[in-house]
């Protein structure tokens, strides 16, 4: 399915204007209201997911009734066979958040027969908007923006996150993190991966890699990373499936060279949880 620059413009304002709604939203509460875990340890939920999430769907739905949604807290809604799917992170770092700590954004993600094609993703703490549209660029506050021209890995500056489950599943990045930490500048974990996304895509970070996410964590930044001129793909190098949770983005220069470093890690033994379970 082919679609024209103007089309895919539409489709980025309308992203645009969800995505500030929804930032307003989140500033509004932030350091109020009810925080409480969704069921897993560190998975928490406020007020400001669910209120920011119900105005972002009342945009698109305005303007795209028949479109599929996928929203982090709402689930799906509309026909779940559309061609057209809005991925949807009302407030991608809700731990940060939580603590009023200022790094979390709005993530919103358009899917057109299941392939990331806009992308609008909003810090409303420092008034940042990213956005990209397949062959139409990516900008920051409307000013084009590009990925760094780093060239060794030993040069770079990573980030990471770290999944729900990384208490109990073995499939965890903590060898990763610190492998890479000697291997590079550093490498930081900041609590939202839009935003990780976004700043990979205008070289403030060279390369970003995280398991465990879901598609309205990525949709959005793997747009805006691709249209300021980085790469994309799994932790092999394979082609990147929004499906498998498991993201590689770098500004393409030190890509082969982070793939091959992951590639050559394996994962910590668990820790005992009994303490932090009692």
Known sequence: MSHSPEQLQRFLEIATEAALAGGAVVQDFVGAGEVREKGRPGDLVTLADKAAEEVIVQVIRRHCPQHRILAEESGEIGATD???????????????????????????????????????????????????????????????????????????????????????????NYAEFCYLTHLTQGVRRSGSASLDLAHVACGRLDGYWERGLSPWDMAAGVVIVKEAGGNVTAYDS????????????????IHSALSQALSRVQPLMNFDNAEYLA
């Not at 299941?114 to 000013?143: C, I, M, W, Y």
């Not at 082609?239 to 220069?253: D, H, Y």
């Open 238 to 253: 394979s082609p990147f499936k929004l499906e498998s949770g498991r993201i590689l983005a770098t500004n393409g220069s």
């Open 82 to 172: 559309h061609s057209y799917c809005w991925a949807i992170d009302p407030l991608d770092g809700t731990t940060n958040y939580a603590h009023q700590y200022p790094f979390y954004a709005v993530s919103i993600g358009l899917l057109i027969e299941g392939s990331p094609k806009v992308g609008v993703v909003f810090d409303p703490s420092h008034q940042e908007l990213f956005r990209a549209a397949q062959g139409l660029g990516a900008t920051r506050n409307r000013r084009p923006i590009r990925v760094s021209q780093t060239a060794e890995l030993r040069d770079s500056l990573l980030v990471t996150g770290f999944a729900y489950d990384r208490r109990e599943n073995p499939d965890n």
